[in-house]
Every structure is written in C-alpha cells, then in structure tokens.
C-alpha cells in the first residue's frame, strides 16, 4: 500500500450535516421500542458536516476510471461513450415515473418505444420478431436455448440434445447450453482462427440441437465459411444461435439474419451505448425467425389494428415469463434514443468506424507485439499476444497492463480468448479520436521497449497507484472488504482497514 494520509476518520464532536426539525411525537426510550437485543453498545457514528461528506466522496470518485475520463480499451466489452442525450430521455417523467402495474391504458407511449424498438432491432439484425425481456447477454443465451429446446420438443424431435460450441466462444454459451439440459460438444478453430468445418462435420448428426457461434468471433474475425456453417447445420436438422456481442462491428453493413442464423441476442448495453460496468444495467434482447416466435417470453407487446399497444398474453407456445414486468424499460429507452439519433446512415457509420479504429491499432503495434492471427484485416477488435515477450524476458500480458495504469491507461482484456497464449484484447469502439488512439498506442509501443530494456520494471508495475500489485489469488480466495476503527476514547483514533 502506497502511504497517503488516511481520509476516512473525518469526525469531529459537535459537527452535524443537518438540521432536523424540533421532534412534534412524545420521545420514546430506543430499547423500549426496539427491544436490548437488537441494538449494539458500540456504534460510534461519525459526527461530520455536509461539506465533509461531500468533499470525501468526491475524493474517492476521484479515484474511479470511467469511460468519461480517458479510453476503455477492454476488448469484448464495447465500451463506449454513452451520449448525454441517452440519459437525458431516460429522465423524463412519463419513462421514469412509470409504475410496472399501472394499466396498459396509460402507458401507451413507453409501449410503443418498446414495440418500435423491437422492430429497430429485427431490422437490423435481419430477424423477424425481438424481445427486449432479458436482463443481460447470458440472460439472452439462456432465452434463446430454451425457445430452441421448445422448438424440438413441439416437433417431437426429443433426440436432439447435443449443442456444438467453437472453442474460442464466451464461457457463458455453453453454461447457458448446459443449464438448458443440453450436451455440450466443442469444436476446435482453425488455423486462421475461424470455425473448423471438417470438425463442425463430424460433430453434427442426429442429437445436433444447435450451434452457438459468435460472430465476428472472439479473435475479432469474421466467420468467412458463415453461409457454408449455417447450411451444414441445418442439413442435420438444427439451428443456429448468434452470439451478439460482437454486433458493433456488424452494424449496418451486414446482419446476422441474411447470413443464415435463428436467433441471436444484443447486447444493448454494449452495441447501443447503454452505460454499463460492474454487473450492470443491461438488456440482453433476443430477435428470431419466424420459426421460433411462437416462443417468444410472454407479455409480447403488440399493436392493434386500431393503433393501441397490448401486452399480449395469450402465446400457447411461449415458454414463459423470464424477466419481472418487462425488462430493463430504461435501458431501452437509452437504446431507442441512441438508434433515433443516429439514423440507418448513423447506424453504419459507427460499424464502420469500429473497424477503422481496431486496423489502425493493429497496423500501428504489429511489429512490437505479435498479431494472434495473421489476417488481413480484423473486425471491431485486435488480439494481441506477449509471447514475444515472455520468451524474451519473461514479461506476460498481466505486467504489461500493470504497466498501463501508471501511465493513467486502463488495461485491455487479458487472457481471452483462452485460445490465445498471453492474450491482450483491445477494443477501441468508434467513439475514440485518432488523437487518443495514438496517445493509447504510443504508450503501448513505450512499454514494449521497457519491456526489452527494465524488464523488471514492469514486473513491479503498477508503481503510481493508490495500491500496488496484489496477490489477486488471495484477494480472490480471502476478501475482505470490512473497515474497522479502533476508538480508544476518541472519535478519531486509529484506523484499521482489513482488506
């Protein structure tokens, strides 16, 4: 730990930070009313002004990394700058006000941004039907196996219980897979990085369900044989699944729809700009053909041909309620807001620009690291590897992003896909300058030259940071984040932290 002056004993007797008015009910005696047990003798509450408090948060919020402060390389993640405007409509009270049981009657317009938006998405995306009811992009794995289950059992189809699943996938597609009941089968990539169709071959038969692939896949390639894997799939009788998280490269410019897929899931939170990070907020929206809508999750918001928006219930084949109420509703504003802005033109502007920025990356540190793939071009994401540099001077990926942070820069993804040794993923989004990839770069192709020169200062990295480089295997294994004051008479004493 970096010494620095402890900030959290801010208490000082006879301080307040606020004035509550004079008490207009008898006083009552707190054990009376809460009984001895359930109070504790020692709660020293600290005795600070508002000023205080506000100053300390504002210290610690200094100490966070946001996408607002500098770039969010995190390959995988998208994460990208989420415009103001997003959250301005997000606040407005006829979104943010709405009560999840208030009748249909009165939330005709939250309705129609929901129904429109599933329209939005289908389109783009080249499906038929969208429903916004998941909370995230695994949640959306689930929904799509389970409807893809469904599918089978209606037709009588009960032998297909196997999932093929590449291995470069995202760990979520075969617990997703597996928590439906199914059996999953791994398929190797090829040389190129790609789906291994001789493999895909042999994998398929009889008890093939589906095949989840991610497409562009977690190299950040593009599937070229996408239209051969689709039909081979299909000839054995199954369907196939479109890991979306990679959809920012896609947009506007191809779709996963007319390339052969069934289902895929978005990430709204990531391809749409929805602010996420540390578990959430997210949607996960799932869009289909027409041969898995049937089971779709209920209420499906429809329109009448009147013109008023339902939630309809009434879907024999849908295979349930998987969400309370319906969905992350905010999120999808922010979504819907994000695609109106933009238009079709917008839309595939910031495909584009994904693609321009990742090549750029890649061209500009491909003689100081090694490309995982040797592709002509990536799509939205460049991996890259430190083997070069572990060979040489036993320097991995993890010291290198260490090394990041003192230069104010926060790490891209580190190993993944676990099919890359010492992998670094990076993923620059369209929303970043060519000023502060260049910046991004700079710092990169730096590094690698201490990485050849002072080896070890990278192992020791991160030097400038409030808190050096832990035991992140006990940090896992025994955390502890409780905060412990020792009062020998005073409010002030000692400070303590266990973690």
Do not use: W
């Not at 977690?218 to 689709?230: A, K």
């Not at 035991?471 to 303590?496: C, I, Q, W």
């Amino acid at each position: 730990m970096n010494s620095e002056p402890l900030i959290f004993e801010k208490s000082r007797a006879g301080r307040i930070g606020a004035n509550l008015p004079q008490c207009d009910v008898p006083e009552q005696d707190i054990v009376e009313l809460l009984g001895g047990d359930n109070l504790r003798s020692m709660l020293p509450l600290p005795e600070v002004s508002e000023l205080d408090v506000v100053r300390h948060f504002t210290h610690l919020s200094h100490r966070n990394y946001s996408i607002d402060e500098g770039l969010y390389p995190l390959g995988s993640c998208t994460m990208k700058y989420n415009p103001r405007i997003n959250e301005k409509t997000a606040s407005l009270p006829g979104f943010a006000a709405l009560h999840p049981l208030q009748p249909v009657e009165t939330a005709q317009g939250a309705l129609q941004l929901v129904y429109e938006l599933q329209g939005m998405l289908a389109s783009i995306c080249g499906m038929d039907a969208t429903t916004i009811q998941p909370s995230a992009g695994a949640h959306g794995e689930l929904l799509a196996m389970m409807m893809i289950r469904a599918y089978h059992r209606d037709r009588g189809d009960t032998a297909r219980t196997t999932v093929v699943i590449p291995d470069s996938a995202h760990g979520t597609n075969p617990a997703s897979a597996a928590t439906c009941g199914f059996r999953v089968k791994s398929i190797p990539s090829n040389q190129k990085g790609c789906t291994d169709l001789n493999a895909l071959r042999n994998a398929l038969g009889p008890d093939t369900a589906a095949l989840m692939l991610t497409n562009p896949n977690t190299v950040g390639l593009f599937e070229s044989d996408i239209l051969e894997i689709c039909s081979l799939v299909h000839e054995a009788g199954g369907l196939v699944y479109c890991d979306g998280a990679n959809m920012n490269a896609m947009l506007g410019i191809t779709r996963p729809g007319d390339m052969g897929f069934d289902v895929m899931h978005f990430n709204l939170h990531k391809t749409f700009s929805t602010p996420h990070g540390g578990g959430g907020p997210g949607c996960g929206a799932v869009s289909v053909k027409k041969c898995l809508e049937p089971y779709l999750p209920i209420p499906v918001v429809t329109r009448s041909d009147e013109g008023t928006y339902l939630l309809d219930e009434n879907r024999p084949c849908s295979i349930g309620r998987i969400h309370s109420f319906y969905g992350a509703f905010l999120i999808a504003v922010r979504a819907y807001t994000y695609i109106r802005t933009l238009g079709a033109s917008g839309v595939r502007a910031v495909g584009e620009n994904a693609l321009l920025n990742a090549n750029y990356v890649r061209a500009r540190l491909s003689k100081a690291y090694d490309i995982a793939y040797n592709s002509p071009v990536c799509m939205h994401e460049v991996v890259l590897s430190a083997a070069r540099q572990k060979q040489a001077n036993g320097i991995r990926a993890l010291d290198i992003s260490k090394r990041l942070m003192d230069y104010g820069v926060h790490p891209p993804t580190n190993y993944f896909p676990l099919i890359v040794p010492e992998a670094l993923m990076i993923e620059p989004t369209e929303t970043e300058s060519k000023q502060t990839l260049d910046e991004f770069i700079d710092i990169m192709l730096k590094i690698a030259k201490e990485a050849a020169e002072e080896p070890e200062l990278l192992r020791t990295a991160p030097h400038s940071t409030l808190v050096s480089r832990l035991d992140e295997t006990m940090a896992v294994k025994n955390l502890d984040l409780r905060y412990e004051a020792l009062f020998a008479g005073s409010p002030h004493s000692t400070v303590e932290s266990s973690s």
